[in-house]
C-alpha cells in the first residue's frame, strides 16, 4: 500500500479523498442547527427546505454584503 500511494496514479487517487464533498450541508446541520424534520409528509418536508435553504441564502447573502 505504501507503494501505491508513492506512484503518480496512487498519489491523484489517494488526492481526491482531501475534498469536502458538501460543506453547505454540513453548515446547515452545526451552524443553523438543522438536524431533522419537524413536519411529516413530502408536501410539507419540502416546504420546511425551502425555508431552511431560504434561511441559508439570506445568511449567505448578508455575510458577502459585509464583506
Same mark, same amino acid.
Given at each position: 500500500?505504501? *507503494?501505491? @500511494?508513492q +506512484?503518480?496514479?496512487?498519489?491523484?487517487? *489517494?488526492a @481526491?479523498?482531501?475534498?469536502?464533498?458538501?460543506?453547505?450541508?454540513?453548515?446547515?446541520?452545526?451552524?443553523?442547527?438543522?438536524?431533522?424534520?419537524? @413536519?411529516?409528509?413530502?408536501?410539507?418536508?419540502?416546504?420546511?427546505? +425551502?425555508?431552511? +435553504?431560504m434561511?441559508?441564502?439570506?445568511?449567505?447573502?448578508?455575510? @458577502?454584503?459585509?464583506?
Open positions: 500500500m505504501a *507503494y501505491r @500511494l +506512484t503518480p496514479e496512487g498519489k491523484k487517487l *489517494y @481526491l479523498r482531501k475534498h469536502i464533498p458538501e460543506p453547505v450541508f454540513g453548515i446547515i446541520k452545526s451552524v443553523l442547527g438543522f438536524r431533522q424534520f419537524l @413536519l411529516r409528509g413530502l408536501e410539507n418536508v419540502n416546504g420546511e427546505w +425551502t425555508l431552511v +435553504t434561511a441559508w441564502n439570506v445568511k449567505r447573502m448578508f455575510a @458577502l454584503k459585509a464583506a
